[in-house]
């Protein structure tokens, strides 16, 4: 008579195999975290590429900056923070903050003070500013506000700071009547009638300089006139004087 084979009572253990995948995941997991920690991001760059991203798919919100700035590739030299720029900025925080409450009521896109890699910046709406196709300032309110954003500079900013004043336009063309025949040329007139303004009340010319940028560097989706108004916009950049002696003393050492 045959005997019976007993019956193993103790439980199944897991396949060999799967216990050293595991070992392997978790050694893996604490490799990338220990390589996310020693690493440093740069935040504008990672909001640039979602930008970016989204762009490709349609779906951008304002707000976010579509493509990388050329100037953000160059060598920018940062603004140190000193309590004599720390008060300058305060004081066009306040400023601006006035200038809403008095003026915008809180529609459309507003007057804001950010920060920048290479500085700060004052962003003004072209629409407050400007008539469509026009590069004349004839708002009063504007003229004011940027009368105060000129005494504050002669009476508050540092010497070593300079100021650039960029224009910016959205992707659709000037309307017939305007005296501009391209974006280019709008978008120049508007950031050098801004910058002959503060020059006009005070602000010393050898601190200032002029950019156009046209329809290419937008901040929202100009399929939406929401975010059209918000890439018809003039920027006043402040940001520190670059070391001309070490520049060319750099390029002659690239050059041997």
Same mark, same amino acid.
């Given at each position: !008579?045959?005997? @019976?084979k007993? @019956?193993?009572?103790c439980?199944?253990? !897991?396949?060999e ?5 595991g070992d392997?995941?978790?050694?893996l997991?604490?490799?990338?975290v $220990? $390589?996310l920690s020693?690493?440093? !991001?740069?935040?504008?760059? &990672? ?6 991203l989204?762009g490709a798919?349609s &779906?951008l919100?304002g =707000?976010?900056?579509?493509e990388?700035? +050329?100037?953000r590739?160059?060598k ?9 720029t720390?008060?300058? &900025?305060?004081?066009?925080?306040k400023?601006? /903050?006035?200038?809403k409450?008095?003026?915008? =009521?809180g529609k459309g ?6 920060e920048g890699e290479? =500085?700060?910046y004052i962003r ?5 500013t400007f008539?469509p =196709?026009s590069?004349?300032?004839? #708002?009063?309110d504007?003229l ?5 954003i ?6 508050y900013l540092?010497k #070593?700071i300079?100021?650039q &004043?960029r224009?910016?336009t959205?992707?659709q063309?000037?309307?017939k #009547?305007s005296?501009y +025949?391209d974006n280019?040329e709008l978008?120049?007139?508007?950031? $050098?009638a801004v910058?002959? *303004?503060?020059i006009?009340?005070?602000? #010393?010319?050898k601190?200032?300089?002029a /950019?156009a940028?046209?329809p290419?560097?937008?901040i929202?989706?100009n399929?939406t006139?929401e975010?059209r108004?918000k890439?018809?916009r003039?920027?006043i ?6 070391d001309k002696?070490? *520049? ?6 690239k050059v041997?």
């Open positions: !008579m045959a005997k @019976k007993c @019956k193993c009572e439980p199944e253990c !897991m396949p195999w799967l216990a050293t995948f392997l995941m978790s050694l997991l604490c490799f990338f $220990l $390589l020693m690493s440093t !991001m740069d935040a504008k760059k &990672v909001k640039e590429a979602i930008g970016s989204a798919l &779906v919100e =707000g976010t900056q579509t990388v700035s +050329r100037n590739i160059q920018a030299t940062p603004i140190e923070k000193t309590d004599e720390a008060q300058t &900025v305060n004081r066009l925080s400023a601006i /903050a006035e200038f409450q008095f003026t915008q =009521g896109p507003q007057i804001t003070l950010e290479e =500085g700060f003004l709406p072209a629409d407050i008539a =196709g590069a004349q300032i004839n #708002n009063q504007s004011l506000f940027l009368k105060r000129a005494i504050i500079i002669k009476e540092p #070593n300079d100021i &004043v224009g910016y959205d992707n063309p000037p309307p #009547n005296p +025949r280019w978008s120049a007139a508007r950031a $050098l910058l002959k *303004i503060l006009k009340d005070g602000v #010393n010319p601190q200032l300089s /950019a940028y046209g290419y560097h937008p929202a989706s399929n006139p975010g108004a890439n018809r003039v920027e950049w402040f940001f520190a004087k670059k002696e070490k *520049i060319k003393q750099s390029v002659l050492d041997k």
